[in-house]
């Protein structure tokens, strides 16, 4: 896997990557969608406003990729941090998700509308939003990833992570984690530009 970011000649961010890749990172932005669960769509005459202020969900979820991906506002060492962190997720929760829902649509949609050369290499082309809502994915699927892996801030353990057998059953999550890690880091270097 070589794809990383670039600066694009019309600004933005270029990408090329080779079929497997575009694959992972379809099938992994699939699964985001799914993890999130279905958005409510506006109906027709529904007021603006109401929907602005719609109530969502007030208690953490119990997956532990939802929870990192959706994580309390206060910590537990504030006093009624239970009861504030309720109050503030019964009123984010739902845009939250919404946008969480966005990026990984975007990087579905980019991955599908790009163009492949001969060798089935595919040009992933971003223009500034694009690589909003790709940094924005690529950020989710990384705290996914790195949930189920039950990656923590130790540096030895984080080592530990390269020096995996290769059959070691996490060993292909791993090596997603590290990759978009990779994509993640080059973005970011792009978009300062």
Known sequence: MAGLFKPAR???ASLTLDPVEVSILRNLSVQMLE??????EPEEDEDPLARLFAEGPSKAPEDPALARLFP???GEDEEDA???SAEFR???ENDLRDRKREDALAVVRSLDAADADRKGRS?????KDGCTHWLGALNDLRLTLGSRLEVSDDPDEAEGMYRLSDDDPRKPLVMAYLWLGGLQE???EVIAR
């Open 10 to 12: 019309h600004g933005g």
């Open 35 to 40: 993890l999130l669960g279905p958005g409510d």
């Open 72 to 74: 309390d506002a206060y």
């Open 82 to 84: 239970a009861e504030l």
């Open 90 to 92: 019964r009123f984010t």
């Open 123 to 127: 040009q992933v082309q971003l223009d």
């Open 186 to 188: 080059t973005l970011i």
